[in-house]
């Protein structure tokens, strides 16, 4: 089963506008909600992540916002730019375990210049 | 530079011919992982190695056998492939167990098409 559901599955957004991926999660023994970015030909890369102790993390242009009691994280890329047209994953992990991270379905992110 | 490579990059191969993916990382990591990527499944893990000669199955191991018999290298081995398994499969390394700034580290991919 999908411990992590993320959409949309893909988002086109115009250059200057607000890009907004959602995950949620089952498993409340989760403490660790990174986001990759991922551009063709490439792998993952991590882009931010959080603790569930803040509800929120800004790095630049990327923030995530964090709901521990509705189990759900969201990733916001602000004044999105054609260079952040990308394949992007939510994760989560519990800290410690030897399985690392369970990933989202992935989201295609198109930034229309 | 730091880096996990990954050979070869893409492979077209028949059922049951067995192959061997290579993975190898010069960043002295003790813990190295195999996912596969699937469209609208993301990452799914199928082995992972805490250290030489630990490793333990992920969430979608049947098919595939692993090795650690070397800190830098993971080898990924089919030794039966079936067209399932046509996928694109990543390494990555880490330091150790999952925590915050024990950053998970990608290789290139390898794209694998089983006829």
């Known amino acids: 089963q999908q411990q992590v559901k993320q959409s949309p599955q893909s988002l086109i957004v115009q250059k200057g506008g607000i890009s907004i991926i959602n995950c949620a999660y089952e498993?409340?023994?989760?403490?660790?909600f990174p986001w990759y970015q991922q551009f063709p030909g490439k792998g993952p890369a991590l882009l931010i992540a959080?603790?569930?102790?803040?509800s929120e993390k800004k790095e630049g242009r990327f923030t995530i916002s964090f709901n521990k009691s509705a189990k759900q994280f969201s990733l916001h890329i602000m004044d999105s730019q054609p260079g952040d047209s990308a394949t992007y994953f939510c994760a989560a992990s519990i800290t410690g375990s030897a399985r690392q991270l369970t990933f989202g379905s992935g989201t295609q992110l198109t930034v229309l210049p | 530079e730091a880096q996990v490579t990954q050979n070869p990059r893409y492979l077209i191969t028949v059922t049951g011919k067995k192959l061997t993916v290579t993975c190898s990382q010069n960043?002295?990591?003790?813990?190295m992982s195999w996912y596969r990527q699937d469209p609208g499944l993301g990452l799914r893990q199928i082995y992972y190695s805490m250290n030489v000669e630990v490793t333990d199955k992920g969430d979608v191991p049947e098919g595939y056998k692993v090795s650690r018999k070397e800190k830098r290298n993971f080898p990924l081995i089919l030794e039966s492939p079936s067209p399932n398994q046509t996928s694109l499969y990543f390494c990555a390394s880490s330091w150790g167990l999952a925590r915050v700034g024990n950053e998970q580290f990608f290789g290139p991919g390898t794209r694998l098409t089983v006829l």
């Open positions: 960043m002295n990591h003790e813990y």
């Open positions: 498993n409340t023994a989760f403490d660790y």
């Open positions: 959080i603790r569930p102790d803040v």
